[in-house]
């Protein structure tokens, strides 16, 4: 997470914005451990056998898994100004995230919206989840409540 000098406050965004998300690997791990803790054991995500008979030919991550993984991401992006997620929206899958692959994350301010006066606001922001190979794998929408700076003394 970033630290407090480094947050990413509401005042400094902007509609348009590119926002700068951390890649993240696919680990086996990531996934058996997703696998355990969901008990989500579909075999495509955890046979490798039985992924080579399918039409991926090896294993796949869990979608949902990366839809985690790269909300998780965004305390990195906004540090303590990041106050709650309000809410995830529209997400598709175009294609598969292997097991494996580092993923990349394109990130883009949609909208910013706060009451004048308000101490925090509602940034909607699309996510686009690229594959090892850049081919477009996931993309959606999240809001986060975001904090404006603290007042100077």
């Not at 008979?53 to 998780?72: E, F, M, N, S, W």
């Not at 081919?135 to 986060?144: D, E, H, K, N, P």
Request: glycine share 10%.
């Amino acid at each position: 997470m970033t630290s407090a000098t480094s947050a990413l406050w509401l005042d400094a965004i902007r509609p348009g914005m590119r926002l700068a998300l951390p890649a993240f690997d696919c680990s086996a791990e990531l996934v058996a451990g997703y696998a355990d803790l969901l008990d989500a054991r579909h075999p495509i995500h955890v046979d490798a056998a039985y992924a080579k008979t399918t039409r991926y030919g090896r294993l796949i991550a869990h979608g949902p898994l990366v839809i985690a993984k790269v909300l998780a991401t965004l305390g990195d992006v906004f540090g303590p100004a990041l106050q709650v997620m309000l809410g995830v929206g529209g997400w598709r899958f175009y294609g598969p995230v292997f097991v494996g692959d580092r993923v990349a994350v394109d990130c883009f301010v949609l909208d910013v919206t706060a009451a004048k006066g308000s101490s925090a606001g509602a940034v909607e922001l699309e996510l686009r989840v690229l594959a090892a190979d850049g081919a477009l794998a996931q993309r959606g929408t999240a809001s986060v409540l975001v904090a404006r700076a603290p007042a100077r003394a």
